[in-house]
């Protein structure tokens, strides 16, 4: 699951850091990374929804540069 997380991450010009990973994991209700991962290697998660995530954690990220 990681290994095509991180594939579609880097094709929407996004990359896989730590405090992103826990946002997302936080976001959906998982309690853990592992089980998060599992859910993205079943396909049991909307892509396009953590493609949401990931854009607006990178906004605010460099919000205050």
Do not use: C, P, Y
Request: net charge positive; proline share 0%; glycine share 6%.
């Amino acid at each position: 699951g990681r290994e095509m997380l991180i594939r579609r991450l880097k094709n929407w010009k996004h990359e896989l850091t730590d405090q992103l990973l826990n946002q997302m994991v936080k976001f959906f209700g998982f309690k853990t990374n592992h089980d998060f991962m599992r859910a993205v290697a079943l396909d049991q998660l909307d892509l396009a929804r953590v493609k949401e995530i990931g854009a607006t954690s990178l906004k605010d990220k460099f919000a205050g540069i």
